[in-house]
Every structure is written in C-alpha cells, then in structure tokens.
C-alpha cells in the first residue's frame, strides 16, 4: 500500500481530553447512523483516522486511488464529497457504499459518513435481478468490470471478479471476447442477441452509457435465451419446412377461425394459395383478412354459405364444397375445398385444402359428353336423358366420381363404397325379378368377370322408382368397362339414361296393328296431356299434334260432326276414371260415327290400349271401320236368310253387338250393350229349363267360350233345344273367331230342326264312340303296366316254393305243403293274368267284381300262405290277427280283395329294414249306415301297420297318383302303380283308405270295405263245409271230381312247346283220355288228314307255331273233304286273350278258346261243352 493512501487498518486512539459521557453519547448517535461514520486528522496528504464506527471492511483497492483524489479535491476546495466505492466484507464479497464527507472547521480534520444500500436501493436491484440475469457497469476504456448484479441464474461464479476486466471475470479470458457487442452495437439501449460460441448460449442484452462516480462507463444488461432462441430457431425452421411444403403442394392451405358472429376470418395463407388464385400473399391477405369467403362468385355465395354453415354446425369432421374463387388476373378458378375441423376444441377454426377442379371438370363435362354420344349411337336417338353418369374402380371397390342429375344425390344415400352403392341402387328397381338381374349384371364380383370375358358392355333395360317422384321410370344402364391407365384396375364408365318416352313408345308402336289407322295418340292421364305420334293424310276431326287430353274430348263431342247419338257414347268410353278401371282388364274398342264435308257418314273406331298404367300412359288407336262395316252388313243380308241372331262380343270391353234378320234386311241399327253377360241372358232364356240351367249358362260364358275357341280355333257348334209357341226347336249355335286378331268373337244362331239334328246325333255318336275307343285303349295301357307290381307276388311264391320242394323232396309232408302254397299263388296269379286279358272289360275301363262266397278264414289263410314266407326271407317279423268279426263269410269279390291286401303287405314287407315288424289285422266295424245291418251288410277294417322306412308328408298327398313314389325308396324296384291300382279297386268296391305315416318311424294303412253277408243258413252251411273239407281238396287248383271224365278219347294236340305239351297230356291222362302230340302246324294237318274217320275226339290247336299257325292249320283242316272235318272240334289254346285274338279264332273256325296257362278245370268244361255238341251234331247227322 501506498504511503500516502487512505488507511483504515489501525484506528488511532482518541483524543484524552474527551470525556467518557460524551464519547458514549456520541457512539450512540453513530450507531444510530446507517452505515458508519470516520473522523480523519489530515496530516500533509494523510488522513490518519481519530475516529469511526461499524467498521465494515477495507476500500477495495482499485477504488482507493480515486477515492483518495475525491476526498483531497474535496478537502482542499471544501465542497461536498459524494462518491461510491467498494470495500469488502467479513465474508470477502465487495459491498458498495456511499461516501459523503466535508471539511471539518478545523481545517486538520475531514468527516465523511459512509452508508450501505438502502431498502429502495435494495428493491430497485431485486426488480433489476427479475428484469436481468445480470447487470454490469464496465469501464468503456478498460472494460474493467465496475460492478456486477447477477440473479440466481448466474450466480454460484467465482467470487472477486469485480475490478478485474470483464472478459476475465466474466469468461477467464486473456482479451476482449470476439463475441462482444460493446463495440458493434451503439449504446442506445437496443436489444440484441449476442452468442457466445463456443459455450452454445445465447443472451438477450442492451447497454448504455453512464458516468460511474466519475468514470466513463456502460450499464450492460444480460439476459439467458439459449432456450427461448432455440426454440424460435426450431419454429423457424419447421415453419420454413411447412412453407416449403406448402408452397409445392398442388393447391392451397388456409386456417379459418370461426367468429361468434358466424364470420370466418382467416388465420393462416399459404402462398400456394396465392398462386393458384394469380395473387400475391400481400394481395391475399388484403382480399380475406376480415372475411375467408370475400372472393367466393356470387353465383356460389349463398350456396357455399349455406354449406359453410351446415358443416359447422353440424358434427362431421370433414366436409367438401366445391365452388368458384375470384383471380388476381380476372376470372374465377373452380376450387374443391376439403374442410377438417376439430370437434373436441372449444375453438371452432377450420382447416382449408383448395385444389384447382378447372381442369378436373372440363374433364368431366368431356366425359358427359362421350357419354351422351354413345348412348345417342346406342339407340340412335338424337336425346339425351342422362340420369346418372360417373365412373368408378371396380378393382379397389371405389365409387371415383358420379355425376347425378335427379337430385336424389346417390353418393350421399349409398356412400362412395362401389359394392354398397351399386347394392344401394338396386333398391329403386320396382321389380324384384329385375332387382336380381341387375345384382348379377352390375356388383363387383359379375363385373370383373364380364370383363375377363371380354364383355365390355353391360347393358339392361328396367323400372325405376326415384325417392321423390310422384311415378317412376324406365331406364336405360350402361356400363362401360376399360382398362385404368397406368394401372391393371378395371375402371366402370356409368350411364343411367332415362328411356321412358323410348319405351312407351315402343309399346304403343309394337301395339299397332297392320291395318291402316286415322291417327296414334300417346295420352298421359296422370298430367292430362295427349301428343299425336303419327296420323294419315286428309282425315276427318284431326287433333292439334299435342295439347289438354280433356280440352281434346271436349272439343270432339262439340265440334258438330260427331253423331248426336254416339256423343253420350263417346265422352263415356272417353272418361279418365273409367278409361283406367276398364284397362285394368285389357283393351277395349268401341265406335261412333262421323259426318265428313261431303255429307257422308263415316264410321270409326277407338281403340284404348294401357301401356303401363302405372305411369297413366295409354294408346289411343283410331281407325276408320266404314267400308269395312259396309262390307259387313253386305254379308250379314247375304247370309240373314240362313240365320236367326248373329252377336258379336268384343273381348276388350266385354260388349255385345247384336243383330236379327229383320235389322239386316231393314237396314235398323243393332241393338247393342255393354255388358254381355247381361244382355246374353235374354239370347238364351227360351232353351232354358230347370235339369239344364246350369250347363246353358255355363255354354255362354265368355271362359268357357274362349276355352272351346282355344280347343278348336276354326270354330266349333252346339246344339240347344228352344221352347216356342209352336213347340220344341233345335237351334245350332256357332261359336268362331270374327277377326284375325282374335278380338271378336262371333255367335250364330240358326235353326236346324229338320236339318241337323240328326247329323248332330251321328256325328255325337260317332265323336262319342271314338272318345270311348281312345280312353279304351288308354285304359289298356295303363291298366297292363300297373299289373308288373300284382303279378310279382305270387310268382316269387311259386318259385320260392319250388326251390324248397326241391330241397325237401325226401319230406313229403313238407313238399306236399309247397306245392299247396304254390298252388294257392298259381291260381291267385292265374286269375290276375285272366282278368288282365280279359279285353271287354279293359276296353270299357272298367272291372267287373265279381260275386262269390268269400270265407275270412280261407281269405288270411290264402294271404298268409303267400305273405309270410316273403316276410320271413326279408328278416321281419309278421302277424295276422282278427278280432270282433261277427261275420265270417261274405259275397264279395275274392281276386280283387286278395289283390289290395297282398298289394299293401308286398309294400310292408318291401320297405321295412331287416328286424322290424309287419301286422295284419282284422276287425269288423259299424256300417256307415245303421240300417245297413238290418239290411244284411258288413263292413270290414283291415289294419297293415309296419316299422319301415315310413313317408313323408308330401309323398302322402299325392301317393295314390300313378307312377308316384317315395323319394327315400328310389333303389328299390317298382313301377309306383301298385298303390295306385289298390286305390281305384277300393274306390270300385265303394270303400275307402287312409295312411298314417312318419319318416323313419314306419306307416299304417287303415281300409274300410262293407259286403253283403250271407243268410243264416248259407253261413251256418259255408262254416259247417269249412270245417269238413280237407285242406287239400279246398286249395288244390287241378283237384278232378272223376277220374275217367274223358276214357276212351283221343285227342290230337298241336303244341310246340315240349313242357307245355307234357303238362298237358299228362292232365288229360288224369282223366281218362289218351294223346297225339305235334309240334306244329303242319304235323298237325299232315297226322289228321292221314288218321282214319274219327279217330280223334278233338283237336287243341296252339295258335302261335312256327311254319304254320294254328289259324292256317284250322283252316286247313275244315276245307278237307272227309266227313269229320267240319265236326271235330277245334280247341283254341294261346296266351293271346284280347278279343280281337277270340274273334280270330272263331273266325278260322275254331269252336272255342282256352288262355294260357290252362286252368284244368277250364279246359274240362270246354271240352265237355265241345263233345256233347259233336255228339249231337253227328247223331243229328245220322239222322240225316
């Protein structure tokens, strides 16, 4: 330390002169001082302290020099001293202080009172701290750091650095930081950013210059914003990318805030927008600033604001408007605005992506119009009517764009999914047969087909019924397929064109008939409106080409030509509301007649034909009918002295034109109504009586008549019996088609009393007969073919019985029952095959059933004999029962009844699986009738249940019809007769039968059949020779009476089958007769001719043999001239049994016929029959 410097170190001591009382009342006024108090002697340039108080340290010593200067200037010239300087506390950290001094009186002395900062002072630095990081006063020549206020921020630094140059202090450098802004920025207070390099941080500072005690100096004021500025820097950056993306994307992006007062104000423009309305940003902020539609055309305003609106309020996130902005360059730009708004924010601000649409909708508008042009080269039609029009991919399932011209706005109602909208425009087809067509034509799945097909062109036609309109229409759908550019999607070209005239037209064209009309009217009832299609030259009471449909009939009944007695007659037919109730039936025509310029009367026809009433659309055809009606009556007087009444009936409006004989020759109109069916009733109440009321009447009905003209198109006749005053006549009415077009039907009447009845009768008979003959040999047909089934069951007896006959022939006892069984099944399957042949009755389609004795007993014996052992090979197991029977014996007819039960059981045992079970039962029931008791009538139920394969419901509705079967029972064989059959012999018998059956579970068949019983005597009787006969004797088929019935004859037997031949002889050795057998034909005639006279009793002459047949060799033998040859008897054996067979036989000259195979007692009794006859004749001829 200098010498002469200020020196506080060691206090000096007090003068002794001072008292202790004051020097403590003294010390208490310094204590009371903020911050201290110093008395210095002043001896030459020192100041040696005589006094101070609250020492808080030493002057720093950079500030002692001029500190030293200030208080000797102030000393030597007396004034004031007031400065700052430093001094250090007990801590070590430099305080700065406050230095006001002044000379003493004496002028040895210099007081100087010191004080610390002050509480103001204080907050004056805490705002400092909170407004700065830090605050530095440097000196502007030596940047020695003057004083240094650092927040919290900055604090935690090296202590002592107050003094030192800042760039040490501050940042332990040995020069000025090349970073500093003292030198390049001016002290004018101005914030700037300084970086300090190497650190990475960033401090926002400003400065200005000061004194500082004396000093020149800057205040320099700091601040951290590293963060801050790397932040800004980032937003800078990201906002520089965005725009870069903005300006690039192909359109524009604007954010609008949506005001409480429903403005839209705009919160961001990007320059793309800019550029696509040909503006700058400065030039786009100035047109939207205060409102984001301000260059929306005004013919969009109202509808984008409205629009705007709607999706505001609304609560989709998105939305899209398209619509035209105002160009810087003039014009407008169409523009598609997709709109994204943030629902879940209480700020309702929209984000805008604009895109030019100029180019995509002259686009558009070309596609239009290759629509328009293929469907006008389509349909070669000049129009237009396109509905819906648009494109779509089919490959990605996307509705591309659609262009809808109903209103209806398609995408909105079936959204842009391909499959859902294309499902969603099917609803509108009315059709449902068309709905489905549409589907298989138009989804995504046929598309892509039609298209790999190379199918380009999906085209249909069909009914449409648009949401909104009163009607529907018919409607054209095109679709084109093409292939995407650029990519391997099919795309969809759509056209839905409106082709309702088109079809009506069509309609109304493909109505007209070839002959020559007036005029073609298309009427629209619904909008009473009616235009001319088409009309001849030079006609009478034209119609203007289009106008009011009611104003056209009006002025047609008022014009003065119509006749005034078809008027009433014309605005009838012409009426709106009668015109579509009597088209709901058809078309209908009715006439009236005009006067033309030359005084004439022409007659018309209308007629009014619907062509889809469902739009009140019609044709109206008129027709001039004059010559033709001339040419008409011209006929009717030719013919009016042949007929009575000719009526003509017009089958559109069911009216009735009639004309008689006296309206012909006497030229009178005819009567006519409009209702046939009452005017008809007075044609035809004289051949009315009560027996035949129904059946005239039902002659006269139009159905009826329109089902004999479709049976006999060229006309058909009846015959009716009137009953006149001057007796019975019989009229003919004659029923034709009056008209090529079978639009009229003609009824003639005349009298044919002398004349035709009785070739009516012939030729009724002769009709009748052929009816009879046809269904006769129908019969035949059907009726062989259902006996397959009948015929199998007894023949599988017969051979099962004889292949255990075989197997048993040591059993005697067990063959003898074989051949029992295979008796009973040969005569049961005997008397199928001759009731089969029996032609007169077939031809009659009708069975005679016979009356016999018919034992209960005999009957379940014969059917067990036959049932049971199929039952047993099938693996079921089968019971009879009979129950509550009263009576035992009946007439009845046995083959017939054996034939329905066997019939019923063969199908049990057929269709029931191995294990189960078949049950027989009998039971006798009331009569229908209760006096059919005392009348001497039983009535039987026969029960077959089974546990087969059972039916099912639908089978048992139809299962009596020919040839049906049961679907589940198709692998077993059968021709599907055999219930059929078993159904009409009952319904013969005046039975009936009913079926109980479940699938699975087996079925039950229930017949009830009512007989005549026996007498009392007859059934005690018919009991009593039950239980006498031997069993054998009763079933045995060839059981013989007599055993010597024909001894000592000889017959000659013509037979070419050997088994046959020996059957046959060894039964008539059974009875006596000895035989010669030949083999055919001609060894027949050659061993007659060659045998003497008589030696032959009789012949029995096959008739199918080879070489010659036994007609030819019957022939043969009656033409030789021995005395035998006409009186032999020749005995007809063939399994031909149709009558024509008979006849040919008779008519050879054979005495009878016999059916194979021969039933023993048959031929027996014919051969009786033969010989007694031959007896007599040749004793007759004795006797000649």
Known sequence: MREDSLSMNQPAPLEPERTSCVEETMQDVFDAVQGGLSVYRVAGKQFVPSFFSDVLGLICGRDRERVMEAVCAAYDSGELLDLSCRIRQNNGDPVWIRLNGRRAAGRDKFCIVYTVMSAENRLLKQIADETADGIYVIDRETYELLYANE??????????????????????????????????????????????????????THFREIDWNGRPAIVKYVRDVTEEVTNRRERERLEQYFQTVLKHLPGGIVVVHYEKDGTLKPEFISEGFADMTDMTLEDAWQLYETDALAGVHPDDRVRVNAQMEAYVGGSDRNGEIVYRLEKGSGGYVWIKNSLTMNRDSEEKRIYSVLRDMTGELEEKELIRKQYKDVILQHYHTQDSNALIVGHCNITQNRILEIIDYT????????????????????????????????????????????????????CMECFVQIPGEATGRYVQIMMTLVDTPDSSDVTGILAITDITDQTINDRILHRLTTASHDFVVDIN?????????????????????????????????????????????????????????????????????????DGDIRTKSITLSPVDLRLGRICLTRTDITD????????????????????????????????????????????????????????IDQCITEENEAEVRARFRIHTILEGLREKPDGYDFLLSYHTDEGERYKQITVMWSDVNHSTVGLVRADVTDTLTAERKAKKALEDALALAEEANRAKSDFLSTMSHDIRTPMNAVMGMTALAIAHLGDRDRVADCLQKISISSRHLLSLINDILDMNKIERSQITLNRMKISLNELLAQMSAMMAPQARAAGLQFAVHMEDVRHKHFYGDSLRLNQILINILGNAVKYTPVGGSVEFRLTEISPVEPSANEAGRARYLFTISDTGVGMSETFLACMFEP??????????????????????????????????????????????????????????????????????????????????????????????????????????????????????????????????????????????????????????????????????????????????????????????????????????????????????????????
């Open 407 to 458: 209103g209806v706005n398609p995408l909105k109602l079936f959204g842009s999914v391909r499959e859902e909208f294309f499902t969603g425009m099917g609803t509108l087809i009315v059709d449902e047969e068309e709905r489905r067509k549409f589907y298989g034509i138009y989804l995504n799945e046929p598309s892509l087909a039609a298209f790999k097909r190379k199918d380009f062109e999906q």
């Open 151 to 204: 927040s919290g921020r900055f604090r935690g630094q090296e202590r002592g650095r107050v003094g030192r140059a800042c760039y040490a202090a501050l940042y332990g450098r040995t020069s000025p930081c090349e970073f500093c802004t003292l030198t390049s920025h001016e002290p004018d207070g101005t914030s700037h950013i300084m970086e300090t390099g190497e650190t990475g941080r960033f401090y926002s």
């Open 525 to 597: 009832l619904t909008a009473d409106y009616y235009r001319v299609l088409t009309q001849s030259d030079s006609i009478l009471c034209v119609p203007p080409p289009q106008g009011n449909y009611s104003e056209w009939t009006s002025w047609v009944q008022t014009s003065g030509v119509m006749a005034p007695r078809d008027r009433e007659r014309y605005k009838y037919n012409m009426n709106p509301e009668y015109v579509i109730k009597k088209l709901q039936s058809g078309p209908y025509s009715f006439t009236f007649s005009l006067m033309d310029q």
């Open 963 to 1184: 040839f049906m079967r049961n679907e589940s029972t198709e692998r077993i064989e059968g021709t599907g007769l055999g219930l059929s059959i078993t159904k009409g012999l009952i319904d013969l018998m005046g039975g009936r039968i009913q079926a109980e059956s479940q699938v699975g579970r087996g079925s039950c068949f229930k017949i009830e059949l009512e007989f005549d019983c026996l007498e009392a005597e007859e059934e005690a009787a018919a009991e009593a020779e039950r239980k006498t006969e031997p069993e054998a004797a009763r079933w045995n088929a060839f059981s013989l009476a007599d055993g010597d019935t024909f001894a000592g004859c000889l017959f000659l037997v013509a037979e070419d089958n050997a088994i046959n031949a020996e059957i046959l002889c060894e039964l008539l050795a059974m009875s006596g007769a000895r035989t010669v057998v030949t083999t055919d034909g001609k060894q027949a005639v050659r061993a007659f001719m060659e045998s003497e006279p008589h030696t032959y009793s009789a012949v029995l002459m096959d008739v199918q043999m080879p070489g010659m047949n036994g007609y030819d060799a019957t022939r043969a033998i009656r033409s030789m001239e021995r005395e035998d040859a006409a009186a032999i008897p020749i005995i007809a054996m063939t399994a031909n049994a149709f009558a024509e067979d008979i006849q040919a036989a008779a008519a050879a000259g054979m005495n009878a016929h016999v059916a194979k195979p021969v039933d023993m007692a048959v031929l027996r009794e014919t051969l009786l029959r033969a010989l007694k006859k031959k007896t007599v004749w040749e004793a007759e001829d004795s006797d000649r």
């Open 628 to 683: 033709s009606v001339r040419e008409q009556q011209g006929m009717l007087r030719l013919i009016a002295y042949t007929f009575e009444l000719a009526g003509f009936i017009n089958l559109a409006s069911r009216s009735l034109t009639m004309y008689t004989r006296a309206t012909v020759l006497e030229n009178l109109p005819p009567a006519y109504s409009e209702c046939y069916e009452e005017a008809i009733l007075g044609f």
